[in-house]
């Protein structure tokens, strides 16, 4: 294959290649994408591995991700300081696992870190009221909201703690096999 | 089974406590293989204890407790916990799963070494499926020698280097670190191969040996990635399927799925035929028949007859010889010899062979799909768990527009509402009148639809009967009547199908049985191939004006008259089963007519883009919740059972049990089509045992009954020992989520007892 283009050394887009679910041409492609996110900050050339952040209001105005209403605990799982301002690297991480090669228990793993909105390892029942808030955009009255988390907590929570481990968690994906397409975002 | 942990307390930090008598909770000797572990975690996490309380205050509602079990005081619950208290809680190994790099990096070193070693057996917390990564953590953690993050990270880097490259790639992919970390990791793993290969180059006998197998399987992966990247870029319609997964979502996104997986199934069909048959005879064309050839007017497009009939898009055009290339007089003005350069070409065999070939691989690669997305979306012991599966995994990601975006939103509020009133209701008394007249309305709707299936069964029967009567030579029957189609969007689904497949059952009977019988001096084949277009281009049609008056027309009107702002729904279902047979007629035809799967693909590409633009212009996503994933199981099983199924036993007949019309086609002077098979076997042992060893195998293994004996009944012990494999699991998940449960009562026994030893010795002080 031609490599004509002058982003990224051969080293770096090989090692693209194999650590994300991506082909070389896709890489290319999400790279102009993320460029063009940030035209003025995002240099040409990534030879030299520059320390670039695009903030969040950039990455949360994508229209893959604008009117998805987990796009800030989206971007801050896959940021490196959970704030929400990712670089190259974690641009790329994010659509890898989002894309529909990644493996059910990868997807599982992030998908568990999203919804655990106070990020203390657990989905506790705060973190099922703001999931479930967020899912019905707040049209759902708390009573409601008490009840469905309560109810999530009786199907899901094995060991009967009150909150879901990770454990859990991929025991109830496991039995939801639509899991592996709506996990899915398409770039 | 995994053994509790004989539970230390180490209370080091707080000096008072050294001067307390000790008490028998207060153990101040410690096990040695857990100081170091503890001390490190609550090293790390010592602030981490403290945020935990802060933050749990923050947080609003405390663990609800799960009926009447214990509830967790927990440290969200109490306000001042002692800091040893939060420590040790801080630093259990569930709680480390997930946060810690270290906990991923020992838990993926032990993957890759169960990887590398090839443990036959997997343990009962399994290796890809079921994920109990607190298990498989103990192995590394639990090491007297307890490692440093560093340390093991060099041992992953160790074990990585030793696997094969696609395999480190596969581990590298799939692990849930970041894409830098994964990097550093990959590079390390390289330059440590790099270095091992120079020492075995020095050491080993044939030292070439390895770096030749490493460079021919790098050479090999790259080339796997080209591959893989043209085939990506191949990919077509990735936008337009973009767009239509973004506005509409998952469910209306896998009829498209399903129409390329079609169109895969259709270009694997006609490969093997266009190389083999068509393309052989077409090169050779065989003497021009007697009388006239029609001209070639517009019509023949639609009703497939006329010039048509003269092409080799029928089965009558081929040749039923051994094909020569056209001999060239010799320079010296001598005649052709008998013996030519070229290879000769038994048409009759090649045709027979590749038809049935082409089956055979499409049969194997549905049975593969259809088991494919079977293990998908099948699970041992799946109970319900619809309100997490709703919370969790029923929003879809693909979604893009605001309007799309929004739908999407109402319809899992209304389906939350729904499932909580499903609740609530179950818990009232049911009324048993209700039940019955529910039952008895299904019912009633069922016998309506069967007993009008049986009313088109026999109309259709009664006229083909009549035809044969007038002689159908005269006239060309109209295929109108077999249509039977009845618009989608009356949402018949499974109804629609029984009435269409029953109804080709029909056509099927008649055509085999009834028209050889009257059409014995004519080519009947070329009949049934004729049929068979028709009725696709019939099918079409129907599909045409189904989606211009079931969407265009129903929208203009609800529009209009109705002032209403919804627009129709998308009737998937409806779709999906027009597909399917559409491709049942193409598979019933392709012996008669071999290029009928190119005109199948011409007509699902038309399809495609007809469809995809009504979607745009005139649909809604449907309102209710739809499993994609067994949705497309369920497609993929109709697709292989009524339908290829059927088309299997036609072929099977046809070939085996009806005699070929006389005047045309390759199998004209046989009395069977099978029989050129035979033929040609007996032709290779009259030659001799040397040439062949394939007359020993027809004589003892398609000829003989035995070999079928064994091989059904080998598969039947198959399947019995599939089934009582899935028994035992079934046990064994109920037996593991009784332990589950129990292990948690465990531990908020220990929780609650451990607070309150704190809380003893806190208030004793």
């Known amino acids: 294959m031609g490599n004509k283009q002058t982003v990224f050394t051969h080293e770096q887009l090989e090692a693209y290649q194999d650590c994300t679910f991506f082909t070389r041409k896709e890489i290319m492609r999400l790279f102009y994408r993320y460029q063009d996110l940030a035209p003025q900050l995002v240099p040409l050339d990534y030879t030299s591995c520059p320390d670039v952040k695009v903030p969040y209001e950039l990455i949360g105005s994508m229209p893959e991700l604008k009117d998805n209403p987990f796009r800030q605990r989206i971007a801050q799982v896959f940021s490196d300081d959970g704030d929400g301002h990712m670089t190259l690297d974690n641009f790329l991480d994010m659509f890898s696992v989002m894309s529909e090669m990644a493996p059910r228990d990868l997807k599982a793993y992030y998908a568990f870190k999203i919804y655990d909105f106070n990020d203390d390892g657990y989905i506790c029942a705060w973190d099922l009221e703001q999931t479930v808030t967020k899912l019905t955009r707040g049209e759902l009255s708390a009573e409601e909201v008490s009840l469905v988390c309560e109810k999530v907590l009786g199907e899901a929570d094995g060991d009967h703690d009150g909150r879901l481990s990770l454990e859990d968690f991929q025991n109830m994906i496991l039995r939801a096999p639509d899991f592996l397409s709506t996990f899915h975002i398409r770039i | ?765």
């Open chain 2, 1 to 765: 089974m995994a053994q509790p942990l004989p539970f230390v307390l180490n209370v080091p930090e707080i000096p008072e406590d050294h001067d307390r008598e000790p008490s028998p909770y207060d153990e101040s000797e410690v096990h040695d293989s857990f100081h170091q572990l503890i001390q490190e975690q609550s090293q790390c996490v010592a602030e981490e204890g403290l945020e935990l309380r802060q933050r749990g205050l923050g947080a609003a509602a405390p663990g609800t407790s799960g009926g009447g079990r214990q509830a967790l005081v927990g440290p969200e619950d109490a306000a001042a916990h002692s800091t040893a208290t939060l420590r040790i809680l801080a630093s259990m190994p569930s709680r480390t799963i997930g946060r810690s790099r270290g906990a991923i990096i020992s838990q993926y070193y032990n993957r890759t070494v169960r990887l590398r070693r090839r443990v036959s057996r997997p343990q009962l917390g399994g290796v890809g499926r079921s994920a109990r990564p607190s298990l498989r953590l103990y192995d590394l953690e639990l090491d007297p020698a307890a490692l440093e993050e560093e340390e093991k990270r060099s041992l992953l880097v160790k074990e990585l280097q030793s696997l094969t490259v696609a395999q480190r790639g596969h581990m590298l992919k799939g692990m849930p670190l970041g894409l830098a970390e994964k990097r550093s990791l990959r590079e390390e793993s390289r330059t440590l191969t790099g270095k091992h290969r120079e020492r075995r180059g020095r050491r080993g006998l044939f030292p070439c040996c390895g770096w030749l197998r490493d460079t021919c399987v790098l050479a090999l992966h790259g080339l796997g990635l080209w591959l893989l990247a043209g085939l990506h870029g191949l990919k077509p319609w990735r936008y337009a399927l973009k767009r239509i997964g973004g506005q509409f979502g998952s469910s209306v996104l896998s009829y498209f799925l399903f129409l390329k997986t079609l169109l895969a199934f259709n270009a694997l069909l006609l490969l093997p035929v266009l190389a083999l048959v068509v393309g052989v005879q077409a090169a050779f064309p065989p003497p021009a028949s007697p009388g006239p050839v029609p001209a070639f007017t517009g019509l023949e497009l639609l009703t497939g007859g006329g010039r048509l009939t003269h092409t080799v898009m029928y089965y009558g055009y081929y040749s039923n010889s051994t094909l020569n290339p056209p001999c060239v007089p010799a320079p010296d003005g001598g005649q052709c010899g008998r013996e030519t350069d070229g290879l000769p070409y038994n048409m009759p065999l090649a045709y027979l062979f590749t038809v049935g070939g082409a089956f055979f691989i499409t049969c194997i690669t549905l049975v593969y799909s259809m088991s494919h997305s079977f293990g998908e979306s099948y699970r041992v012991g799946s109970t319900s768990g619809v309100h997490a599966i709703t919370v969790f995994c029923s929003w879809d990601h693909k979604v893009t527009q605001r309007r799309a975006s929004r739908l999407q939103h109402d319809n899992i509020r209304t389906h939350l509402k729904e499932l909580l009133a499903e609740g609530q209701l179950r818990q009232g008394p049911r009324s048993v009148c209700g039940r019955l007249r529910q039952v008895a309305v299904l019912g009633l709707v069922w016998l309506l639809c069967l007993a009008i299936t049986l009313g088109c069964t026999v109309a259709v029967y009664a006229f083909s009967e009549l035809m044969i009567q007038v002689r159908a030579g005269s006239g060309r029957p109209p295929g109108l009547w077999a249509g039977g189609q009845t618009p989608a969007s009356l949402g018949m689904g499974p109804r629609n199908l029984i009435l269409k497949m029953v109804i080709l059952g029909i056509l099927c009977y008649h055509w085999l049985g009834r028209r050889v019988g009257a059409l014995r001096d004519q080519c009947w084949e070329n009949f049934v191939g004729q049929e068979l277009y028709r009725l696709m281009v019939l099918d079409f049609i129907f599909i045409l004006l189904d989606t211009l008056f079931g969407e265009l027309v129903w929208r203009l009107i609800s529009e209009r008259k109705l002032k209403r702002k919804e627009k129709p729904e998308f009737d998937i279902a409806g779709n999906v089963l027009e597909l399917i047979y559409g491709q049942t007629l193409t598979w019933l035809g392709v012996l008669f007519a071999p290029l009928l799967p190119a005109v199948q693909i011409i007509k699902l590409v038309f399809l495609f883009y007809i469809k995809k633009t009504s979607l745009m212009a005139n649909c809604q996503a449907p309102r209710r919740p739809w499993l994609a994933s067994h949705m497309s199981t369920v497609f993929i099983s109709l697709l292989c059972f009524p339908s290829f199924l059927g088309a299997a036993v036609f072929l099977c007949y046809a070939v085996w049990q009806v005699k070929p019309s006389g005047t045309c086609g390759p199998f004209r002077t046989l009395d069977t089509m099978y029989e050129a098979g035979k033929v040609w076997v007996r032709r290779l042992e009259k030659a001799g045992p040397r040439v062949s060893w394939l007359p020993w195998v027809h004589r003892y293994l398609v000829e003989n009954t035995f070999p079928v004996y064994l091989v059904s009944a080998l598969l039947l012990a198959v399947i019995y020992l599939n089934i009582q494999v899935v028994k035992g699991q079934r046990k064994v998940i109920c037996l593991l989520r009784e332990q589950i449960s129990n292990e948690g009562e465990d531990k908020i026994f220990l929780i609650n007892k451990l607070h309150s030893v704190y809380e003893k010795k806190e208030r004793s002080r």
